[in-house]
């Protein structure tokens, strides 16, 4: 986290302005941001969407300044300072909680003390001319960050996130990495900075801390960056969405409005795609038909009179000569449309099950089933049409459940049976096999030729032709959660059991996944956190938190 330096006496104030201007930015020469331009709208939260992997933790380090660019201008400029929350806020594990809080106030205590040195000095007396006019901007800014009142924010942040009872010389080292990382946050909101970056601030946050921060930053002045894939915090919080993708014109688009907003313009693009490909596949079609007819329609074979060779002769050969310059124009036509193909809209995501299959013809029972240390003993049975979301607190034994109906863990106590076939989506994208391409690896144990198996991974629309080629361990989190939700895509079941499954992919690939689950006729067992898919969510709930003590 970044604390924001006092702002010199004498300095003029200015707007706020935080913009790209051409930005690049690569990693081992792959580029993330390419050419971006971009200007953030001042006084508002902006949430920043994306697929995970495509550049938004890096355009926030751009703007807090702590990356540098290969190419491009970033221009950031506010007089009340820059605050700036990575997704993993580091703080060396010996600092104690009262020092994170005074490092984040850091900047107003300098001007606090300013103040006092001033006023030192006009209590001495002598030529205050000088004295006073510094004092009198020193205390207008100041007050603009509201620094009297940060012992005050210190507290109501600290309660807001959970951490009221947080003893303020307890080391970093006792405490959780949730509490860290709600800890650095509280700092830094204490802190009061005109600009805000934040990088998932809801990663740790129960659902009471996340309405504090939405509330917090829908009523807070100043300019706030935010990226997330909490869906409902971004319709609670955010004024505008910009979502970064390389396939925009500049690598990053910007949709005003709420989060409904949003997906009301990516339904709209999804049309217009449509329409384009429609169009396409129209005039290739056209142009198709119509090469062949020419020769067809326009015949040259009239019959020849006596002593008309020579002419004969020379008309046929100019009527041939057209044909053949309409058809050679028509082909080049037809060449140039298919070397600017518009690409075929991904198929919507959808679970199958396996053909004939009835759609009760799945089911899991568990009784009694439990693992020592992990998970008491619980019982559970859903068929085909049964929706189960299973709760409860961290180490309940959620993904423990999940992992023995699968049979990837046999239980100490209890039975499982099963009926039918079972699909697992674990909470941890699948690391084996880390050095092979993404095409070989959702290839494995499939039936089909390369082709094939190509043709029906790209049409999950979760990975592009030039991802096809890239090593397992290239891939970001979110690249191998989409690699393993591909392969379950690809395989029919009539049993699904999910765990956290929208964890890492970006907002509109989840109300995708989240169709896909309510259309699927066989049964569902999900684990979630995600607070609008459990607010969607139509069905039984085991919550795990009631289930008694595990020895």
């Known amino acids: 986290m970044t604390a924001d330096a006092p702002t010199p006496a004498g300095t003029p104030t200015t707007a706020t302005t935080l913009a790209l201007r051409g930005v690049t930015k690569s990693y081992d020469h792959v580029v993330v941001l390419d050419a971006v331009t971009l200007t953030l709208l001042p006084g508002a939260v902006t949430g920043v969407v994306g697929e995970n992997g495509c550049g938004k933790s890096t355009l926030l380090r751009v703007l807090a300044g702590t990356e540098p660019v290969d190419a491009g201008r970033v221009v950031a400029t506010a007089d009340g300072g820059i605050g700036y929350l990575p997704q993993d806020a580091g703080a060396p594990s010996r600092a104690t909680v009262g020092e994170v809080v005074d490092a984040a106030l850091a900047g107003l205590r300098a001007r606090e003390r300013r103040l006092r040195e001033l006023e030192g000095l006009m209590a001495a007396g002598g030529d205050l001319e000088d004295v006073l006019a510094e004092y009198g901007e020193a205390q207008t800014a100041f007050e603009l960050r509201g620094g009297y009142g940060a012992d005050v924010r210190v507290e109501r942040s600290l309660a807001g996130l959970g951490l009221a009872s947080l003893d303020r010389s307890r080391p970093l080292r006792t405490l959780s990495g949730g509490q860290r990382s709600r800890l650095h946050l509280a700092a830094l909101l204490a802190a009061a900075p005109e600009v805000l970056l934040l990088d998932e601030p809801t990663n740790h946050l129960d659902e009471d801390a996340a309405h504090w921060l939405e509330e917090h930053l829908r009523t807070r002045t100043g300019t706030t960056v935010v990226v997330s894939h909490d869906r409902e915090f971004l319709d609670a919080a955010a004024r505008e969405l910009v979502e970064v993708d390389p396939r925009h014109e500049g690598g990053v688009a910007r949709y005003p409005g709420r989060y409904a907003d949003f997906l009301r313009a990516k339904a709209a693009e999804r049309r217009r795609w449509e329409q384009d490909r429609a169009e396409w596949e129209s005039a290739v079609e056209r142009l198709s038909t119509t090469g062949d007819a020419v020769a067809r329609t326009v015949s040259h074979h009239r019959e020849r009179r006596d002593g008309d060779k020579v002419q004969y002769d020379f008309k046929g050969g100019r009527v041939q000569e057209s044909i053949a310059s309409r058809v050679r124009a028509n082909a080049e036509k037809l060449r140039r449309l298919r070397e600017d193909e518009v690409p075929r809209p991904p198929d919507p995501l959808r ?82 096999g880390p050095d092979r391409s993404v095409a070989a690896t959702f290839a494995t144990g499939r039936a089909g030729t390369p082709e094939e198996l190509v043709h029906r991974l790209l049409g999950t629309g979760l990975f592009h032709p030039e991802q096809l080629t890239t090593a397992v361990r290239k891939l970001s989190t979110g690249g191998r959660r989409r690699l393993d939700l591909a392969r379950l895509l690809a395989d029919h079941h009539d049993v699904l059991l999910l765990d956290e499954p929208t964890n890492h992919l970006a907002p509109q690939l989840v109300e995708e996944l989240e169709a896909a689950v309510d259309a699927f006729p066989g049964a569902v067992v999900v684990v979630s956190h995600d607070r609008r898919f459990r607010r969607r969510f139509r069905g039984d709930v085991l919550d795990l938190g009631d289930v008694p003590a595990r020895s």
């Open 351 to 432: 679970f199958t099950p396996p053909p004939g299959s009835g759609s009760r013809h799945g089911w899991v029972r568990a009784e009694g089933v439990s693992v020592p240390g992990r998970l008491g003993p619980v019982d559970v049975e859903v068929a085909g049409g049964d929706r189960l979301l299973v709760t409860g607190p961290n180490g309940s034994g959620k993904s423990t459940l999940l992992d023995v109906l699968a049979g990837v863990l046999e239980p100490a106590t209890g039975a499982v049976r099963r009926r039918g076939r079972v699909g697992l989506l674990r909470q941890d994208p699948d690391d084996t």
